[in-house]
């Protein structure tokens, strides 16, 4: 078990949901939330390690954070 902390005021809701669901057929996941964190429960990982499901499964949420913000790259 992996447990994900992402801060409210920095990530999206609507992007660790996207993550969670983009990622369900390699893992378990449940999300939940705290007054100042998005909490991601990782479990079961089919086929590659927990530790590298969570890496991604976090780079991904703040990818499209930063897409659903507008922001752009020069």
């Known amino acids: 078990m992996t447990e994900l902390r992402f801060a409210k005021d920095l990530y999206s809701g609507e992007?660790?949901?996207?993550?969670v669901k983009a990622y369900a057929e390699v893992?378990?996941?449940?999300?939940?939330?705290?007054?100042d964190y998005w909490c991601v429960v990782i479990t079961e990982p089919v086929g590659v390690s927990e530790a590298l499901i969570a890496s991604e499964l976090g780079n991904y949420a703040l990818g499209l954070t930063i897409e659903d913000r507008g922001v752009t790259t020069p």
Request: proline content about 0%.
């Open 27 to 35: 893992c378990s996941a449940t999300l939940s939330a705290t007054d």
């Open 15 to 19: 992007a660790i949901d996207a993550a």
